[in-house]
């Protein structure tokens, strides 16, 4: 079977355009979401899966069933992320005092673990030479760039996630020949994530997630494989850890 790129958080804004812009370009995508798509905008070079929750069991499963099928994946991105989620009065903490196990617990489990899960059971599905994961993080996740503070939950989390996938890049590069692993800054993009934040970037600076998905695919197909793993920005330069 063709090598597949599988695409993890289809509903998402960044994600859906991601998943369009690969199909556009010709090739076979595996789009997951936990959401159930009803009539996917794609066609049928996409091939749609939903999983209703991001648990361990249904990750574990999901990539068992592409083995099984003998599926190879070259990419797999994943976009998936939580910032704040009125359902679950999730807000992002403006001072110490916000800061709680709750909301911690939700951006960790959303931000870092759920990441983490795809890195250990996706190793066993992707091409064994240079394959490519992607991981939607963000520049707050930076250590070294935070002058600013707040948010302690969404940054914390995205640094967890980055240190994980720096980790996961020493092994993979063990078991894998040329791994890219990318943990990537798209910038703010107009989705509903940064939706309740937009008021104060100035209109040259918040991206469509058209232009989202064109950037990281081009950053991506530049990036140099004998470093197993890079934090990157939209603009193709580094972030500092
Ligand atoms: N938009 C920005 O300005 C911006 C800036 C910096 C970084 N990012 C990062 O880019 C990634 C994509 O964000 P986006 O802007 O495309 O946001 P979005 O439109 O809200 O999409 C995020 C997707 O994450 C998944 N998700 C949300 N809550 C979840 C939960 N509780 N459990 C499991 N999955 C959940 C959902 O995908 P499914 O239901 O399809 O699985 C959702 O569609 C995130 O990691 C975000 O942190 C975005």
């Known amino acids: 079977m063709k090598n597949s790129l599988l695409v993890v958080g289809a509903s998402g804004g960044i994600g ?12 076979h995508v595996i789009a997951v979401s936990r959401q159930t798509i009803d009539s996917p905008p794609w066609g049928s070079s996409v091939e749609v899966h939903t999983l209703a929750e991001y648990s361990e069991a249904q990750i574990s499963s999901f990539v068992n069933t592409l083995n099984a099928r003998g599926v190879t994946i070259k990419m797999a991105i994943v976009a998936t992320g939580v910032l704040h989620d009125e359902s679950n009065n999730l807000h992002p903490e403006k001072r110490l005092e916000d800061v709680s196990h709750e909301a911690l617990g939700q951006y960790f489990t959303v931000n870092s673990i759920i990441p983490a899960l795809w890195l250990k059971y996706l190793v066993n599905v992707l091409a064994k030479e240079q394959p490519s994961v992607v991981a939607l993080s963000a520049r707050v996740g ?7 503070g707040g948010w302690y939950g969404y940054r ?4 967890a996630l980055n240190m994980l996938l720096k980790t996961a890049s020493v092994e993979y590069a063990r078991r894998l020949k040329q791994p890219l692993l990318v943990s990537y800054h798209p910038g703010t ?10 008021r104060n970037v100035k209109a040259n600076k918040l991206f469509t997630a058209e232009f989202t998905a064109r950037q990281l695919l081009l950053h991506l ?8 793993c890079h934090f990157i920005a939209w603009d193709g330069t580094p972030v500092p850890w």
């Open 142 to 148: 930076s250590i070294a760039d935070n002058q600013l």
């Open 221 to 228: 197909s530049r990036l140099d494989r004998t470093q197993p």
């Open 16 to 27: 859906g355009a991601l998943v369009s812009a690969l199909s556009q370009a010709g090739e």
């Open 189 to 198: 993009v107009d989705t509903a994530l940064s939706q309740p934040f937009q």
């Open 156 to 159: 914390a989390s995205k640094a």
